[in-house]
């Protein structure tokens, strides 16, 4: 997988950044959003390509109490969800899927990108209105930001009126 450029949606925190998925998976809500205020964006989707793994780090209340459970589980091997899979088309647009134990690929999106809901930067943009997705999946709305090297971040968020609601956070690892 080649390197590319990356570019700085608001000034980098000072902070190290986490090298694995379980670092991140150890922070809190507002840690992640901090970590993804502050993460940049590559020039390219060319950088998600591939079949990632990806990792549940935490959700929002009201689940928030069965926060150390669903850690554990998201860590397990029988955790359902695997990672998504990324085919950029021209380094700007592109389309992907997420992977799941059982019922193999589902949830097909269109990628992008566009504008965070969580702050009016630049962000990696999934969008899971197509037809094939059902009506509940189809008000899925993810993002993704560049953490580290080969680890990105994002939110999923249920697309609410008047704006999306934070659901859950998680990472995709490039790395493998």
């Not at 964006?41 to 459970?69: N, S, W």
């Not at 580290?148 to 956070?169: D, I, Q, T």
């Given at each position: ?82 990672g ?24 097909p ?29 189809r ?38």
């Amino acid at each position: 997988m080649s390197q590319t450029a990356t570019t700085t949606t608001r000034t980098p925190d000072t902070h190290a950044l986490p090298p694995h998925v379980d670092e991140l998976a150890a922070m809190t809500v507002a840690e992640l959003h901090e970590r993804y205020v502050n993460a940049s964006v590559p020039d390219t989707l060319d950088a998600l390509d591939g079949a990632p793994r990806g990792r549940m780090l935490t959700v929002i209340p009201p689940f928030e109490q069965h926060r150390e459970a669903l850690a554990a589980f998201a860590r397990a091997d029988g955790f359902p969800w695997r990672g998504k899979s990324f085919r950029s088309f021209d380094g700007q647009t592109g389309d992907g899927i997420n992977r799941v134990t059982l019922l193999g690929d589902q949830f097909p999106f269109h990628l992008r990108f566009g504008r965070s809901e969580i702050d009016g930067e630049r962000a990696i943009l999934l969008d899971y209105d197509r037809p094939e997705n059902p009506w509940l999946i189809r008000q899925i709305h993810d993002e993704l930001r560049q953490v580290g090297p080969e680890l990105f971040l994002g939110p999923a968020m249920w697309k609410a009126r008047p704006s999306p609601k934070l659901v859950l956070w998680f990472a995709i690892d490039t790395s493998a």
